[in-house]
């Protein structure tokens, strides 16, 4: 009896580890705790990449508050169709980005693309584990001697 508690412990613990990391995707810019980051916080964090004017930041300020209102709608109008939303929110996006790089100087425009790149390189590495040579595997052979299946 005991032997079948732990397993069924086990599995519960699993499938719930599962079902949380599953959530912490979604393509949000989110802090190391997994929490969506506040519009604050993203300021920030282009302010240190960009150096960015106080005017600046509180156009920046109004365009993540009207784009944050914005997916909060393509969440609830597309719940039942993932590829719609995913699409939605993707146009979002290029949207919000591009109506930041609309306020930028030339300078601080080449600095937004990179910091763009590499929050795209950081986002594919989390969902791609396996990228940064962490996978399970590792080719042929395996280190494990002759293939047993």
Do not use: H
């Not at 699993?14 to 300021?43: C, H, P, Y």
């Not at 600095?111 to 791609?128: F, H, I, V």
């Amino acid at each position: 009896m005991r032997k079948g508690n732990f397993l069924l412990i086990a599995v519960l613990i699993f499938f719930s580890s599962q079902i949380v990391f599953a959530q912490r995707g979604m393509g949000m810019m989110r802090n190391s705790g997994g929490k969506k980051l506040t519009v604050e916080q993203r300021i920030a964090n282009l302010d240190r990449a960009l150096n960015l004017s106080a005017e600046q930041r509180a156009q920046i300020k109004k365009i993540f508050e009207n784009a944050d209102r914005r997916m909060k709608e393509i969440y609830e109008q597309n719940k039942g169709n993932r590829t719609a939303m995913r699409s939605a929110m993707a146009e979002q996006r290029e949207m919000t980005n591009t109506q930041i790089m609309n306020i930028l100087s030339e300078k601080q425009k080449v600095a937004y693309a990179k910091y763009l790149k590499d929050r795209a390189s950081q986002r594919s590495t989390m969902q791609n584990p396996a990228r940064q040579g962490g996978g399970m595997g590792g080719g042929m052979g395996g280190g494990m001697g002759k293939n047993r299946w």
